[in-house]
Each structure stands twice: as C-alpha cells, then as structure tokens.
C-alpha cells in the first residue's frame, strides 16, 4: 500500500477547490483574514471532502469492478473495510472541529455542528445513491453549497445574504459539472439542456460586476475558461467528457475568485485564481475522478 494510492482514493488534486470555497465563504461573511482559523477551515473541509471521496469508493467498489478496474478497492490495493472505516471518521472528525472553531469564533456551535452533520449526511446519501438516482447532480451540488453554509456558521451568528446567492451561483454550476461527470465513464452526453445551468454563475457575475467593478476580470477568465472546458464536449472523436469534467471542477476556484472580488478582497481573489492552477497542475499528477 502506498502513499500514492491514498492520494488517488481522495482525489487530493481537487482539494484547492475546497479551499477556494473557504476563502469565497469567509469574505462573504465579511469574515476574510489569512489566520490560523482560515487554515483551521481549510484542514476541516479538507476532511470532509476526503472522507467522501474515500466513501464514495467503497460504495461504488462493486461498479468500479466493471467500468474501472483499476480503482484501488477492486484492482486489490485495499480493502473496502478499511475505506469505509477512514471515510466515516473523517467525516465525524470534521464536524466535532468544526464545533470548537464556532466556540472559538464565539459563534454558535449547534448551529456549526448541525450543518456540518448536514454536509456529512448529503455526502453519505450522495455517495450511496449516486449512480441511480437521476438527481445525483442536483446532491452533489448541495454538498458544496453546505461547504458554503458550514464554513459561514463557524464563523458568524447568521448566515448573510451575499454567502446565499453565492452558493445559489456555486449549486448551478456543480450542476451542470455532475451531470457531464456522470457521463464520463462512457465518454458521451445523453442530454445537453442540464449544462445550460453552468451559464448561471456567469450571469449573476455580470450583475455582481454591477456594484464592485473589479468583478469583471475574474468574470472574463471564468467565462473563458468555461468555454474552453466545453470544447471537450463536443461529438467527435476528440471528445473527452473526463477532460471536461477535470477543467470544470478547476473552475469552481474561478467562481470563487469572482465571488470573493465582490466583496473587494482582491488578494484573496488573486489567491484563488493560484488554487485554481494548483488544481489542474495536481489533476496532471493524481486524478481528479
């Protein structure tokens, strides 16, 4: 057993998108600063992310045999036992931390406790039901929409209004994102009309760009990158909905950036366009799916 093999089990290439999505949640909260909290943040949602790619594995062991072999519980790396038993206490060991940054923030834990139990319960039922269940994409979109509603909670009373819409723009775009990686194991697209709802974020950045108008330079590069991520789609023979799916996954960090622009904290904007190249250098080294 190797250490690569533990990387790969939790996709740890997209984990900068986690932490773009702390970044884009604390400056929503007007809670933004480079502490030891953020990090904390960083650590906890790293575990939760982890622990639900390392489920979503277990679950889908059986599948895996079939359509991809080489995954590490059916190739014999390791044993389903062990994932699950990783999985589960990671989840777990995130929600108790994320308690004790509420109680250090001076916040209500209940409330950080709660909503950090309903991301851990969105990524078990996601992962248990994912591949039959034809609203899998509108799931997963929510776990990171809870990212956004945990992540605020641990660090303010109430949940602003500024981390809704946010979270709103992040759930289109998982949206459409999900659906294509639901087709990828078979390299085609059965509908097009779901990836309509990538074109949400963009548009509720034209309004964003309204009031603050440094919007717009991390607007263009994520519409542009969207673009481009979209070539991939189409029908040919070079089409590559795994290649899709990895670009889009880097640009959540994108619509981070764009969101965190808007509240004027261009450093952490500029900071989240690096995680977003962090994100494909890592997809290059461990697979991002």
Known sequence: ????????????????????????????????SFSLRTFALWGIFSLYYVGGMYLNDAFDRHIDAAQRPD?????GQVSAGVVFAIGYAALGLATLLLGLVAQKSGVSVTRAVASGAGLALTI??????????????????LCRVFVYIAG????????APDVAWGAAALLC??????????????????????????AAPAVYGGYLSLGEPWVRPFLAVLVLWGVYALRFLRPGPGRSVPGAVVRLIAGIALLDAMLIASTGALGGALLALL??????????????T
């Not at 078990?124 to 979109?141: A, E």
């Not at 605020?152 to 949940?159: E, R």
């Not at 962090?278 to 080294?285: F, S």
């Open 124 to 141: 078990i039922g996601y992962d248990l039901y994912h591949k039959q269940n034809p609203l899998s994409p509108l799931v997963m979109g």
């Open 1 to 32: 057993m190797t250490i690569g093999v533990w990387l790969r089990l939790g996709r740890v290439s997209n984990l900068p998108t986690v932490w773009t999505n702390v970044l884009a949640t604390l400056a929503l909260s007007g809670a933004l």
């Open 275 to 288: 995680l977003a190249g962090l994100t494909r250098l890592l997809q290059r080294v461990i697979p991002g």
């Open 173 to 198: 775009h998982l949206i459409g994102l999900s659906y294509a990686a639901k087709q990828e194991a078979f390299n085609r697209l059965t509908r097009v009309w779901p990836l309509a709802f990538l």
């Open 152 to 159: 605020a909670f641990a660090v303010s009373q109430v949940l």
């Open 71 to 75: 995954r590490p519980i059916p190739s």
